[in-house]
T-cell receptor, first 115, second 113 residues
Framework: KAGVTQTPRYLIKTRGQQVTLSCSPI?????VSWYQQTPGQGLQFLFE???????NKGNFPGRFSGRQFSNSRSEMNVSTLELGDSALYLC??????????????FGPGTRLTVL | DQQVKQNSPSLSVQEGRISILNCDYT??????FLWYKKYPAEGPTFLIS?????DKNEDGRFTVFLNKSAKHLSLHIVPSQPGDSAVYFC????????????FGTGTRLQVTL
């Protein structure tokens, strides 16, 4: 079974631009979560989507948004990029939303650099 | 406010010995705990988990212990192998938000020959 895939793997943008990252979950997984990893803040939860609905949201500004499609694929968008948005963005999928022993499987991440 | 803390940024252990990685949490609403391993340029890989109704869970060389009264969990790796060298993150979630993981800052484990 193929794992979680994320595209692109690397991205360089300039301040003020916007960016869209894509995530394809493991086949049969219906929940997709997004995390941001930075050296200063570590791994932080952005949001979770299940059945095309946002189920949970972390403490990030409205510039960060996402969506999920009927095939469970997900995209996240960051508008008006700031230097501090430079990070590794990780996507994780799980079979269902929430519950014990519903482990999340992570993709390799998209490394975003904002200049 | 760091709700999940891993106070040791790094740990070095000889091959064959036990590795013990520690994690403390402050949020009493957390009831599910996980350990992930991460290699550079890869996403975290799930290792083992434990729910708050248990105090121990084993899977092969990996055992997680949970002390709810102390809000402390630990991961034991026995015996440690060079391939275990990686960054280990503990993570926690609460009932109803189990997909929303709060991660610790990670401990870099180096297993030496």
């Amino acid at each position: 079974k193929a794992g979680v895939t994320q595209t692109p793997r690397y991205l360089i943008k300039t301040r003020g631009q916007q960016v869209t990252l894509s995530c394809s979950p493991i086949s049969g997984h219906r929940s997709v979560s997004w995390y941001q990893q930075t050296p200063g803040q570590g791994l932080q939860f952005l949001f979770e989507y299940f059945s095309e609905t946002q189920r949970n949201k972390g403490n990030f500004p409205g510039r960060f948004s996402g969506r999920q499609f009927s095939n469970s694929r997900s995209e996240m968008n960051v508008s008006t990029l700031e230097l501090g948005d430079s990070a590794l963005y990780l996507c994780a999928s799980s079979v269902k939303a929430g519950g014990f022993y519903n482990e999340q499987f992570f993709g390799p991440g998209t490394r975003l650099t904002v200049l | 406010d760091q709700q999940v803390k891993q106070n040791s940024p790094s740990l070095s252990v000889q091959e064959g010995r036990i590795s013990i990685l520690n994690c403390d949490y402050t949020n009493s609403m957390f009831d599910y705990f996980l350990w992930y391993k991460k290699y550079p340029a890869e996403g975290p890989t799930f290792l083992i988990s434990i729910s708050s109704i248990k105090d121990k869970n084993e899977d092969g060389r990996f055992t997680v212990f949970l002390n709810k009264s102390a809000k402390h969990l630990s991961l034991h790796i026995v015996p440690s192998q060079p391939g275990d060298s990686a960054v280990y993150f503990c993570a926690a979630s609460g009932a109803g938000t189990a997909s929303k993981l709060t991660f610790g800052t990670g401990t870099r484990l180096q297993v030496t020959l």
